[in-house]
């Protein structure tokens, strides 16, 4: 019988899974990928293999969390044919100051996360649901929890902190950085592409639904745009991104807002819906012939723009700048108007290459190499469970070529 891992990543409204064949060398392969969302009053199941083909359709009549899992739970089971479980991988969006590395999950850790999730409210109670059911029903099953937090560890005090009086950092009021699995794969994914470049001050931009930017040095984060939330920095679909926080109050005073008005206006009514009244989706607003649309991807774009600038400044330089998630690895337009804006620095797109999909789109002669490289959130988590020592009774060997 061959292993597996298997990596969740619950969010608020869609569970995304993936599975991995566990090679006896150590070795990773994607094997399924695919995502359990609630449409309406019923769930839709799909599932992908290795190469994107669809296998799996499947509408489900199933209400609540804990039965929508136990069938989750369940269809995987069936799709593992002949394959063991050696670990289950979780994303958790937050793990605060206290937990900067991926950790096995244990009853006093998952109460600790209970705790943490004060912080993250919108995120972490969805993360850590699916991992208290696992281990309730099957406690066999080791299980794995990798923060997005966590990259960011290498922040300097002076980028962590906000301007507050000093005892709401002890409360834990400061910077964090979120998208950190993300940032992680692509660093090494750059330490493997270009050990050179990898070494030096690297910016990578991950525009998806939810955008950040972080700044690396030596493939370390040193900046980035999202701080206290990921609800900072960027302009994203639907949240604000960076905000006057004295434009919160004002509203709030003007129009008698609640917090949980205010943050359904800033987490799911803002951002390029928002602003453009059509869509939270950057395709359909780019194809959009309103003026509403084109203002909000200017006013996108901009924001990056002005962003990298604060970024480079930061890392004294700049030697690449890489796009990643949905925007970034699918949009040459987005892609062309955000490095049209940063000559200054050197920059020089190849038009060609961009608009092609190259792996490297800027010229030879260019100061800043620019890369797209698509990220794979989920085989960082599939990674760190195979890493942790936990696993070292199995018959998972030491590093191998690949690790
Ligand atoms: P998430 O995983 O955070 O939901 P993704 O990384 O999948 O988000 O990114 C979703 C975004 O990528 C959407 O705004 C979508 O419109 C955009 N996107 C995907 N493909 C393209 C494309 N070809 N051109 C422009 N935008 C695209």
């Known amino acids: ?8 990543n619950a969010g608020s409204s869609s569970i995304k899974l993936a599975i991995f064949d566990l090679a006896p060398d150590g070795r990773l392969s994607s094997w399924r990928r695919g995502d359990l969302r609630e ?15 669809g296998i799996a359709d499947e509408t489900w009549n199933v209400t609540g969390f804990e039965a929508s899992l136990s069938r989750l739970t369940t269809r995987i089971g069936n799709e593992l044919a002949g394959r063991r479980l050696a670990g289950i991988g979780h994303r958790v969006v937050h793990g605060g100051a ?13 109460d600790m996360l209970e705790e943490l999730a004060e912080l993250a409210p919108l995120h972490v109670p969805h993360n850590l649901a699916p991992i208290r059911a696992i281990a309730r029903d099957q406690p066999d099953i080791p299980q794995v929890v990798c923060f997005d937090t966590a990259f960011h560890r290498t922040m300097m005090p ?22 950190g699995l993300s940032y992680e794969y692509i660093a090494r994914q750059l330490a493997a592409l270009s050990p050179r470049i990898h070494a030096g001050r690297v910016i990578v931009a991950h525009l998806g639904s939810g955008a950040s930017m972080c700044a690396m040095r ?17 302009v994203m679909g639907t949240r604000c991104g960076t905000l006057d926080p004295g434009a919160l109050l004002h509203v709030m005073r003007q129009d008698g807002l609640d917090v949980d008005a205010m943050e359904r206006l800033l987490y799911t009514r803002s951002g390029l819906l928002g602003m453009s009244g ?3 989706d950057m395709q359909v607003l ?18 990056i723009v002005r962003e990298v600038g604060a970024l480079a400044s930061v890392l004294g330089g700049l030697d690449a700048l890489v796009f990643t998630a949905g925007i970034g690895e699918n949009s040459p337009e987005i892609r062309e108007r955000t490095c ?8 020089d797109l190849d038009a060609a290459a961009n608009r092609r999909g190259a792996a490297v789109i800027s010229t030879p002669e260019s100061r800043v190499e620019v890369r797209v490289i698509a990220t794979d959130e989920e085989a960082m988590i599939a990674e760190h469970v195979r890493d942790l020592p936990m696993l070292a009774g199995d018959p998972v060997q030491p590093a191998g070529p690949n690790r």
């Open 98 to 110: 206290g937990h900067r590395m991926p950790e096995r999950v244990t009853p006093d850790l998952l």
């Open 1 to 8: 019988m061959s292993d597996a891992i298997l990596t969740l």
């Open 286 to 303: 780019l194809e959009s012939r309103e003026t509403a649309a084109s203002e909000a991807i200017d006013v996108f774009v901009y924001r």
């Open 218 to 234: 030596g493939g370390t984060s040193v900046d980035t745009t999202m701080g206290f939330t990921a609800l900072d920095g960027l």
């Open 39 to 53: 449409t309406g009053d019923v769930q839709r199941f799909r599932l992908r293999d290795a190469d994107g083909a």
């Open 158 to 179: 002076v980028a962590r902190r906000f301007a507050l009086p000093r005892s709401y950092e002890a409360r834990g009021i400061r910077r964090y950085g979120f998208h």
């Open 340 to 347: 049209g804006q940063l000559g200054w620095l050197g920059l």
């Open 278 to 280: 059509i869509s939270n």
